[in-house]
């Protein structure tokens, strides 16, 4: 069974969903970011959360916090396999070139004990959500860090969606339609699109 990889945009639900849902079917979970802020102070920085990781340190010190973060990830999933881990991503982790190659690797790649026909060690699953909802959310919560700065939030948000979505589609093999949800009151619904999604998924292969 491949380990799963939830994407999407920030506040998609990724880490809530991944993590309820590797509870339930007893896999472990493991949390990207949580792994690059632990990589990170062990390395002697001097941080508390992410959003001061990457705003004094910056996108290029974060990328490389990202891609060592997964690296040890991938490795695990191949060390580990046939158990599978459920790894939830920060939002932009398909724009992270080094921690894409890692992912696009483990897409491509087949264990060599798997059962005939084989399945690689990974899949992506993107959370797809409604992106003004999103946004409407930041806005009274908080911006994200990539955001923050901007001259003009909202137009860099648009540009970012485009850019990003494009990849999760790309990069996609079970595509979660959440729209507006609300979590975590509205979890147990997200749970199930989810299962109706990897289901569809699988009735696809069978083909």
């Keep these: 069974m491949p380990s799963l ?10 880490s809530l969903i991944g993590r309820t849902y590797a509870s339930q079917s007893a896999q472990p979970f493991v949390d990207v970011d ?3 802020l632990k990589l990170a102070i062990e390395n002697g920085l001097e941080i508390s959360n992410i959003r001061t990781l990457y705003r004094s340190y910056g996108v290029r010190r974060f990328h490389y916090y990202e891609a060592w973060a ?8 191949r060390v580990e396999y ?5 790894i939830a991503a920060g939002g932009g982790i398909l724009e992270n070139r080094v921690a894409r ?11 060599p004990t798997a059962p005939k026909p ?3 060690y990974l899949q992506i699953v993107y959370l797809k959500r409604d992106s003004q909802w999103l946004y409407e ?3 009274r919560e908080g911006l994200p860090a990539t955001l923050s700065g901007a001259t003009d939030p909202q137009k860099q948000w648009s540009s970012m969606v485009q850019q990003r979505c494009a990849r999760y589609q790309h990069f ?10 609300s979590l975590p009151k509205q979890l147990p619904q997200a749970l199930h699109l989810l299962q109706e999604a990897q289901q569809h998924n699988r009735a696809i292969q069978h083909v």
């Design 137 to 139: 959310q930041y806005q």
């Design 172 to 181: 996609a093999d079970i595509e979660v339609a959440l729209g507006d949800l």
């Design 82 to 86: 046939p158990s599978s881990l459920v």
């Design 34 to 36: 949580e792994q690059l």
């Design 70 to 77: 997964m690296r040890d990830i991938a490795q695990r999933i």
């Design 118 to 120: 084989g399945r690689p």
């Design 5 to 14: 990889l939830f994407v999407g945009l920030k506040g998609s639900g990724k």
């Design 101 to 111: 190659r890692q992912i696009q690797q483990l897409i491509k790649d087949v264990p």
